[in-house]
């Protein structure tokens, strides 16, 4: 069977996220059968542009489904937003024969994807993030090992708390989203959880509840804080103060980046990493692929970074209903 595409390159961008080397060994074994020679563009646009370009085949990702991180390493690259070095980094792909590029990544690197299209390579983004801030799609590579990485440490940090009867701020990331706040929040039972998208400054009325539930015999409080929201060493210090109550605040940081992916993780992106390939195959350009209403789907890139997102209000809804009264 003829293809599209007969040398399609494969490249991972913007903050790493556990899963996507499950995304990267299913463009290059789905690339394979279907007959495509594969190149592995290292350190994202900055490797390309450096023709940083190696030849892959099935053993090149074999006993990587199960790592963190990305085998091709990843950068940000500042001057891919500039015309000149759109159009040298396509011709770059067209002087190593590549047709078609996958790249995994965030809406940034989506970006960087759409110009190398409008430049005549097809591409395909694959959502890859932590931070499952990408509208078009409900799922995006690493949000669920984040979370899960997350929640475990929010679960430590609890017995500390309980046993000095502190209260513990605990900042995760997110950039300006708040849906890994959101779920490491419900999951760990947090009291409060402060999102972009919802909380509004108000810490006296944080701090009223706090002393309420102190009376009502509550021995620790747990606040999740999106990082986008501001400093929780700040929050840490105004609450100690207002409340008597010895806070501390710890910041996760980039933990929540590493480690091997879970399940869910490894399944996601080995089926968007085929998708991804499958319509190189057929031709398509300028797509991201996602997973939406039970099936995995595409959309022109332009349409998906035009989609916002909210938070899950289902999910915003209950974080009333389940905290103590
Ligand atoms: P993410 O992909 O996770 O959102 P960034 O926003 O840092 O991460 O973007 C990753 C990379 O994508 C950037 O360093 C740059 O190389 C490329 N990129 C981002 N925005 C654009 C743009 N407007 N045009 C072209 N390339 C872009
Ligand atoms: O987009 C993923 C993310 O981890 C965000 O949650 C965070 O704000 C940012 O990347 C951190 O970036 P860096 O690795 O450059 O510090």
Redesign the pocket.
């Known amino acids: 069977m003829s293809y599209a595409v007969k040398t399609i390159g494969v490249l991972t961008?913007?903050?790493d996220a556990p899963g996507m080397n499950a995304a990267i060994r299913a463009v290059v074994r789905t690339g394979i059968s279907c007959g495509l020679n594969i190149k592995g563009i290292r350190h994202?646009?900055a490797g390309l542009l450096e023709e940083d370009i190696i030849d892959m085949n099935n053993l090149s990702v074999s006993d990587i489904i199960q790592l963190g991180g990305t085998i091709l390493y990843t950068a940000?690259?500042?001057e891919?937003?500039k015309k000149e070095y759109?159009e040298k980094g396509a011709e770059i792909c067209r002087k190593h024969g590549i047709d078609g590029v996958v790249v995994i990544?965030?809406?940034?690197?989506f970006?960087?994807a759409s110009?190398l299209a409008e430049n005549g390579i097809n591409t395909v983004g694959v959502p890859g993030?932590i931070d499952l801030d990408i509208a078009c799609t409900e799922y995006t590579i690493g949000f669920d090992t984040a979370i899960n990485t997350a929640m475990e440490a929010i679960d430590k940090l609890r017995d500390t708390s309980e046993s000095h009867e502190r209260c513990s701020i605990v900042e995760v990331m997110g950039r300006t989203a708040g849906h890994i706040a959101l779920w490491t929040g419900i999951a760990s039972g947090a009291e409060y959880i402060l999102t972009t998208e919802k909380y509004h400054g108000d810490i006296q009325r944080i701090i009223g509840k706090i002393l309420d539930r102190r009376r009502l015999g509550k021995k620790n409080h747990i606040i999740v804080n999106a990082e986008g929201v501001g400093s929780s060493t700040e929050m840490a210090k105004l609450i100690e103060l207002a409340t008597g109550i010895e806070t501390r605040a710890t910041v996760l940081g980039h933990i929540q980046r590493g480690g091997n992916p879970t399940c869910k993780d490894r399944v996601y992106a080995s089926a968007l990493g085929t998708k991804a390939v499958e319509l190189l195959c057929e031709g398509k350009t300028n797509r991201i692929v996602g997973y939406r209403g039970g099936e995995f789907v595409d959309f022109d890139i332009q349409e998906a970074l035009s989609m916002t997102k909210d938070l899950d209000p289902y999910l915003f809804h209950i974080t009333h209903k389940l905290t103590t009264k």
């Open positions: 961008s913007g903050g994202g646009f940000r690259c500042l891919f937003k759109q990544g965030g809406d940034g690197s970006n960087g110009r993030t």
